[in-house]
T-cell receptor
Framework: GAGVSQSPSNKVTEKGKDVELRCDPI?????LYWYRQSLGQGLEFLIY????????KSGLPSDRFSAERTGGSVSTLTIQRTQQEDSAVYLC?????????????FGEGSRLTVL | DQQVKQNSPSLSVQEGRISILNCDYT??????FLWYKKYPAEGPTFLIS?????DKNEDGRFTVFLNKSAKHLSLHIVPSQPGDSAVYFC????????????FGQGTTLQVKP
């Protein structure tokens, strides 16, 4: 498809387990972002990647969270030893370049539920 | 510390009337503001934006107004249509060109036929 693709769309896991969420950005987009939306909250910035530059990880809530982007395309967000407060919709977005003025193209999100 | 606030969780208007969604911010360093629209089970989609050097930007039925002295922006939808029913998020960005948008909590708009 032409849009940002995320998988899985839904993930239910037990507290303490590790999870991986995948994002396939729009072809040709050099910037990739991860946000999350907890229940009743706005979107919270987690991390972004721009080309081959070092990622900005300033939004990651703890060291249990990590992300990588291989080959400048697909990205994986990993949450280790999940906690109930990690339950949220994790949204990936991409854009032509890192920008504050252009639009971000979001995927449909991965809904994570930690029991 | 909520830097971008949407104080109305929901709004209901009649089809054909004006919808006004409000957003307040605290950081005077923000220099770009955006509105995103989100339908259930879909990702947010960009709607309209405004630079801090402007006070109004219009795109069809959608107009965004920025009042920098009040640190307030609003989105006007005229005329409102049932298909506009969605969650609307305002977002703000600083000058560091990082794509790190600060989002409000969202306002759910319902347009009744």
């Amino acid at each position: 498809g032409a849009g940002v693709s995320q998988s899985p769309s839904n993930k239910v896991t037990e507290k303490g387990k590790d999870v991986e969420l995948r994002c396939d950005p729009i072809s040709g987009h050099t910037a990739l972002y991860w946000y999350r939306q907890s229940l009743g909250q706005g979107l919270e910035f987690l991390i972004y990647f721009q080309g081959n530059s070092a990622p900005d990880k300033s939004g990651l809530p703890s060291d249990r969270f990590s992300a990588e982007r291989t080959g400048g395309s697909v990205s994986t967000l990993t949450i280790q030893r999940t906690q109930q407060e990690d339950s949220a919709v994790y949204l990936c977005a991409s854009s032509w370049r890192v920008t504050n003025t252009g639009e971000l193209f979001f995927g449909e999100g991965s809904r994570l539920t930690v029991l | 510390d909520q830097q971008v606030k949407q104080n109305s969780p929901s709004l209901s208007v009649q089809e054909g009337r004006i919808s006004i969604l409000n957003c307040d911010y605290t950081n005077s360093m923000f220099d770009y503001f955006l509105w995103y629209k989100k339908y259930p089970a879909e990702g947010p989609t960009f709607l309209i934006s405004i630079s801090s050097i402007k006070d109004k930007n219009e795109d069809g039925r959608f107009t965004v107004f920025l009042n920098k002295s009040a640190k307030h922006l609003s989105l006007h939808i005229v005329p409102s249509q049932p298909g506009d029913s969605a969650v609307y998020f305002c977002a703000a960005a600083g000058s560091s060109n990082t794509g790190k948008l600060i989002f409000g909590q969202g306002t759910t708009l319902q347009v009744k036929p």
